[in-house]
């Protein structure tokens, strides 16, 4: 421990931020700009579905429900759009997911999901009328899934990158991370963490984070101790979950 304090009291509630997924709570820049128009373009979209990918935490997720919010809201009649996790497919559930939902989002794919599961899906989808968004850490072209049939079929999807945050976006997602957690932080706070910081969504999620969990055991409004705190945790662990209460 680098502190050896006993807490006597009741360790602090911790509340996760709220997430707010609407279209007007993403946040656009040059790194994002791209895919936010696409999704915004559907359903003029040349092919009936599309792949989105980035780092973690890049905002995929984000995207995802503003395309099923769209495509439910201009839908002639009411229609349910699922958004489910690729590792969760698999073959018998491909046909109750497909009736029960007229569009779908299949949030990280990689190779080891039940590729034969994402094939029938993509081909259900890849008809008039119904659409697919599929979000990944890496473009299908860059990844080896082992059916080769639905390997093909990914690599010629529209396929959209989300890069790292420049400057802009870096300075806005860290006041909105800690605005989500009811923290404020001084102008200089956010200066230090912008010199300081790693240029990726990751690191800065983790980063607010460990800050939160920091100052709430500490019971201290965010300093520049409790910044470097966090910044230690965050390198040393290497973006796993952090020991905290080690602060």
């Known amino acids: 421990m680098k502190e050896n304090k006993q807490i006597s009291e009741q360790i602090p509630l911790f509340l996760p931020p709220q997430n707010c997924m609407s279209r007007e709570d993403f946040m656009v820049s040059d790194c994002n700009a791209e895919a936010f128009r696409m999704i915004d373009a559907w359903p003029d979209w040349l092919t009936s579905g599309l792949v989105i990918y980035g780092s973690k935490g890049c905002g995929k997720t984000h995207l995802a429900h503003i395309f099923a919010d769209k495509?439910?809201?201009?839908?002639?009649?009411?229609?349910?759009?699922?958004?489910?996790?690729?590792?969760?497919?698999?073959?018998?559930?491909?046909?109750?997911?497909?009736?029960?939902?007229?569009?779908?989002?299949?949030?990280?794919?990689?190779?080891k999901i039940d590729n034969e599961a994402l094939?029938?899906?993509?081909?259900?989808?890849?008809?008039?009328?119904?659409?697919?968004?599929?979000?990944s850490e890496n473009a299908p072209t860059r990844m080896r899934f082992a059916l080769k049939d639905l390997q093909s079929r990914l690599n010629m999807l529209p396929s959209i990158e989300i890069k790292e945050p420049d400057d802009v976006m870096l300075q806005t997602l860290i006041v909105k991370l800690f605005n989500d957690r009811q923290l404020l932080i001084s102008e200089e706070i956010l200066n230090y963490i912008m010199n300081n910081a790693q240029r990726s969504f990751a690191y800065i999620q983790a980063?607010?984070?460990?800050?939160?969990?920091?100052?709430?055991?500490?019971?201290?409004?965010?300093?520049?101790?409790?910044?470097?705190?966090?910044?230690?945790?965050?390198?040393?662990?290497?973006?796993?979950?952090?020991?905290?209460?080690d602060y």
């Open 71 to 111: 495509v439910m809201q201009n839908s002639a009649k009411p229609i349910k759009v699922g958004i489910v996790k690729a590792a969760q497919l698999t073959v018998t559930r491909v046909k109750r997911l497909a009736q029960e939902n007229a569009s779908i989002v299949v949030e990280d794919i990689e190779p």
């Open 119 to 135: 094939f029938h899906l993509f081909n259900i989808y890849n008809t008039a009328g119904r659409y697919m968004l599929l979000t």
């Open 207 to 245: 980063l607010v984070e460990a800050v939160d969990y920091i100052s709430l055991i500490r019971k201290s409004a965010v300093n520049y101790a409790i910044i470097r705190a966090a910044m230690e945790v965050v390198e040393h662990e290497k973006m796993n979950e952090p020991d905290l209460f």
